[in-house]
């Protein structure tokens, strides 16, 4: 079946450093990819998207290139914010069953100033 | 434009009983999805509801039920309550006919749930 792994965490970092959190994925046909942020106590925020291949998806500053060739959806930000303190997930749709999303395990990201 | 929402915020039951949580969509979407979420867990899918009938469901047992009303709002049933149906339970909304180019699901903020 499908399924996605991330980074594990937790990862820490100082303000205005460079933010990388990996994912990989399994599936069979072209899944969309997404990443999601859960800010403590709430449900989870559409970070970014991408549905084909190369695609690059981006949003207040955070961006993500869907690979299919070495099937992976990397996040990514030049500049972090304590603002950016939350918990990252990473998750596709499509594959063996549309509508369902298959998400990865969360990675906590903490930033200080 | 409201988005999605969902009641009770908060929920405490004991081993056995029954629990009924709610879910309204965001305004023009169609299909609802359950999701539980286990502490420092990422979310498992539950199942999805389009035209008021169960479309998919995944691997959770008959004792998690849903049902989904003409307006488009939904319930997520859970009955004899175990200890492990603890969890953070999501709803999501979207809608169907987008699901072929990679449907956006919204997030509620869900319904925590606390078996004792």
């Known amino acids: 079946g499908d399924s996605v792994t991330q980074m594990e965490g937790p990862v820490t970092l100082s303000e205005e450093a460079f933010l990388t959190i990996n994912c990989t994925y399994t599936?069979?046909?072209?899944?969309?990819l997404f990443w999601y942020v859960q800010y403590p106590g709430e449900g989870l925020q559409l970070l970014l998207k991408?549905?084909?291949?190369?695609d690059k998806g981006s949003n207040k500053g955070f961006e993500a290139t869907y690979r299919k060739e070495t099937t992976s959806f990397h996040l990514e930000k030049g500049s972090v914010q304590v603002s950016d303190s939350a918990v990252y997930f990473c998750?596709?749709?499509?594959?063996?069953?549309?509508?369902?999303?298959?998400f990865g395990q969360g990675t906590i990201l903490t930033v200080h100033p | 434009d409201a988005g999605v929402t969902q009641s009770p915020t908060h929920l405490i039951k004991t081993r056995g009983q029954q629990v009924t949580l709610r879910c309204s969509p965001k305004s023009g979407h169609d299909t609802v999805s359950w999701y539980q979420q286990a502490l420092g867990q990422g979310p498992q899918f539950i199942f999805q509801?389009?035209?008021?009938?169960?479309?998919q469901r995944g691997n959770f047992p008959d004792r998690f039920s849903g049902h989904q009303f003409p307006n488009y709002s939904s319930e997520l049933n859970v009955n004899a309550l175990l200890l492990g149906d603890s969890a953070l339970y999501l709803c999501?909304?979207?809608?169907?006919?987008?699901?072929?180019?990679?449907?956006?699901?919204?997030f509620g903020p869900g319904t925590r749930l606390l078996v004792l």
């Open positions: 599936a069979t046909g072209y899944p969309s």
């Open positions: 999501a909304s979207s809608l169907a006919v987008t699901r072929v180019w990679g449907e956006t699901q919204y």
């Open positions: 991408a549905t084909k291949a190369d």
């Open positions: 998750a596709l749709s499509g594959g063996t069953s549309y509508g369902k999303l298959t």
């Open positions: 509801y389009y035209e008021e009938e169960e479309r």
